[in-house]
């Protein structure tokens, strides 16, 4: 596609419940980021994919939240167990090359809401 | 760690006012520095990314300056439009953030008919 793309737009999830986010980033780049962002709040780093390798999970909150690139294109992230403060927004973007020097393009986000 | 203040928090204009967005963080040593749009309920859109060894882009109407040596940006927005309206966000880049573009909590603009 021409962007980056999330589904769902929205989950609504009962607190304890697991859910899994995807993100199909722009077709051939290599970077690939999560981000959480709470209401009001900019956007804060949870982790970072160069091709299918992690290279960065510092930002993740908890050991509840599990991310993947199994194939270096395609995104999920997993939160097991979930708690009413993973109510945020997730984002997820891409970019052309290795790191941060280049421009990220989001998608729209998932927003999440555990009841 | 790098930390990013976007002045003001908001911000309400009369159509067709130019105005100034104001960005700063406190690590200079950066990459590069993004401004982005975000609407109500939407994703982050880019508008313009400043290299570090870059002074300013434009991009139509938008404006962006930087000075890394004071940790501060500038986005400038000529001829408001009701169209503007949005959340403007700055996002920095750099050698000691590991791979975090760290975002500043935005700027909520209304530029009103």
């Known amino acids: 596609g021409a962007g980056v793309s999330q589904s769902p737009r929205y989950k609504v999830a009962k607190r304890g419940q697991d859910v899994a986010l995807r993100c199909d980033p722009i077709s051939g780049h290599v970077s690939l980021f999560w981000y959480q962002q709470a209401l009001g709040q900019g956007p804060e780093f949870l982790t970072y994919?160069?091709?299918?390798?992690?290279?960065?999970k510092s930002g993740l909150p908890s050991d509840r939240f599990f991310a993947e690139r199994p194939e270096g294109s395609v995104s999920t992230l997993k939160i097991q167990r979930t708690q009413q403060e993973d109510s945020a927004v997730y984002l997820c973007a891409s970019s052309s090359g290795g790191g941060t020097r280049d421009e990220q393009f989001f998608g729209p986000g998932t927003r999440l809401t555990v009841l | 760690k790098q930390e990013v203040t976007q002045i003001p928090a908001a911000l309400s204009v009369p159509e067709g006012e130019n105005l100034v967005l104001n960005c700063s963080f406190t690590d200079s040593a950066i990459y590069n520095l993004q401004w982005f749009r975000q609407d109500p309920g939407k994703g982050l859109t880019s508008l313009l990314l400043?290299?570090?060894?870059?002074r300013e882009q434009t991009s139509g109407r938008l404006n962006a300056s930087l000075d890394k040596s004071s940790g501060r940006s500038t986005l400038y927005i000529a001829a408001s439009q009701p169209g503007d309206s949005a959340t403007y966000l700055c996002?920095?880049?750099?050698?000691?953030?590991?791979?975090?573009?760290?975002f500043g909590k935005g700027t909520s603009l209304l530029v009103t008919p």
């Open positions: 400043i290299q570090s060894s870059q």
């Open positions: 996002a920095v880049s750099g050698s000691n953030s590991g791979y975090a573009l760290n």
């Open positions: 994919f160069q091709n299918e390798a992690q290279l960065d």
